[in-house]
C-alpha cells in the first residue's frame, strides 16, 4: 500500500500551518514595516490576501498528498462530522495543526524580529468599533465560505487538479471584505498560534475576544460540510470509516 502513516502526516499538518501562518500572517507586520509611516491601503489588503492565498495553494500541492493538507481545526472538524475523517484522529491533527501555527508565529519573530511583535504581529483581532456579535458573523461566513468550497473543490465530480488554485482564490476573496472587522483569521490555528506566541513575546494580546473566533469558525465549518453533504450527496458517497485513510486533499 502507497499510505502514508499517522506520524508523516501529522508531521505535513504542522509544516503546512506552519508555512500558512509564516507568510500569511507575516505578511501583516512586513507591510507594516514596509510601509512605515504611509498608510495601509487596499493594495496592502491585498498583497496581504495573496500571501494567505499562495501559502494555501503551495501547501495544497505539496503536502495535500500526504496529510490531506487541512492546516485547519474547522476543515478536520467539519470532515470529521459529515464522516468524511475518522473522529480518532481528529485529536492529534488539531494538536498539529496548533504546534505548526505557534512555530510559524516564531519564526516570523526569528525573521523580523522584534518590530513584528511591536506591530501586533498579524494577531486577529476586532477593528475598532466592531463589536462580539459583528465579528462572530464575520468569522462565521468568511469561514463557511472557505469550507464549503474545499467541500466542492475535493469532490469526486469536482474537476481534478484544480482543489488547491480554486481554496487558494477562495482564501483571497474571503480575506478582503472581512479582515477590514476581524482580521480575517477564518482559521482557530491562525487565531491561537500569533495570540500565544505575541503573549509570549510580551506584546497586548486581546485572549476576551478568542472564544468568538474559535466557536464562530468551528460552528461555521460543521455548518458548511453538512450544508455541502445535504446539496450534493448520491447513492454512491458512503461514509469513511474509522480505518480509512484521509484522501480530501485541501
Known amino acids: ?44 489588503l491585498g498583497m496581504i490576501s495573496l500571501a494567505f492565498a499562495a501559502a494555501v495553494v503551495a ?9 490531506g493538507n487541512h492546516i485547519n481545526p474547522a476543515v478536520t472538524v467539519s470532515l470529521a462530522v459529515t464522516r468524511k475523517f475518522p473522529w480518532s484522529q ?11 501555527a505557534i512555530v510559524g508565529a516564531a519564526a516570523i519573530l526569528g525573521v523580523l524580529g522584534s518590530k513584528a511583535s511591536d506591530l501586533g504581529l498579524g494577531v486577529a483581532a476586532y477593528a ?3 463589536g462580539a456579535a459583528q465579528a462572530f458573523t464575520g468569522e462565521f461566513v468568511g469561514t463557511f465560505i472557505l469550507v464549503l468550497a474545499v467541500f466542492g473543490a475535493t469532490h469526486r465530480k469536482a474537476a481534478p487538479g484544480f482543489a488547491g488554485l480554486a481554496i487558494g482564490l477562495v482564501v483571497f476573496g474571503v480575506i478582503i471584505p472581512i ?14 498560534g500569533p495570540m500565544l506566541v505575541q503573549q509570549l513575546a510580551g506584546g497586548h494580546v486581546q ?25 450534493s450527496r448520491t447513492a454512491a458517497d458512503r461514509p469513511a470509516t474509522e480505518a480509512s485513510r484521509p484522501v480530501v486533499k485541501v
Open 128 to 130: 475598532p468599533g466592531v
Open 1 to 44: 500500500m502507497d499510505d502514508n502513516n499517522l506520524p508523516q502526516r501529522l508531521a505535513a499538518e504542522l509544516i503546512g500551518t506552519a508555512i500558512l501562518v509564516f507568510v500569511g500572517v507575516g505578511a501583516v507586520p512586513t507591510t507594516l514595516i514596509v510601509n512605515g509611516s504611509a498608510p495601509f491601503t487596499m493594495a496592502d
Open 59 to 67: 501547501t495544497v500541492y505539496a503536502l495535500g498528498p500526504i496529510s
Open 179 to 192: 479582515a477590514p472587522a476581524t482580521g480575517a483569521s477564518i482559521n482557530p490555528a491562525r487565531t491561537v
Open 90 to 100: 481528529v485529536p492529534a491533527y488539531l494538536a498539529a495543526q496548533l504546534v505548526g
Open 207 to 231: 485572549f476576551s475576544q478568542l472564544p468568538v473566533y474559535v466557536l464562530a469558525e468551528l460552528s461555521a465549518g460543521v455548518l458548511a460540510g453538512l450544508t455541502f453533504l445535504a446539496l
